[in-house]
């Protein structure tokens, strides 16, 4: 099963504001479409340490994502499709 991206954001209480470069770098390179291995390469390689939990609570195939910048963590929202 291949998962694609169809929203990705932040939780209403993380200020866009605060999100670091690179987590912006990786933001602007998603796009609709894009696999979840995909954002997971892009999220490594601009050295994110990207970590994925499953958020069943809010509906299908709706995930966490925390990205780690140097011990700053960033959460993000991602709805995916099949």
């Given at each position: 099963m291949t998962m694609l991206l169809v929203t990705f954001g932040l939780p209403a209480t993380f200020p866009p504001g605060l999100v670091s470069e690179k987590g912006q770098q990786l933001v602007n390179a998603c796009f609709k479409g894009c696999s979840l291995d995909a954002i997971t390469q892009a999220a490594t390689y601009l050295g994110l340490?990207?970590?994925?939990?499953?958020?069943?609570?809010?509906?299908?195939?709706?995930?966490?994502?925390?990205?780690?910048?140097?011990?700053?963590?960033?959460?993000?929202?991602?709805?995916?499709?099949?």
């Open positions: 340490a990207p970590e994925w939990r499953v958020l069943p609570h809010m509906g299908p195939l709706i995930y966490g994502l925390s990205l780690n910048d140097g011990g700053y963590v960033m959460p993000f929202l991602v709805r995916f499709a099949e």
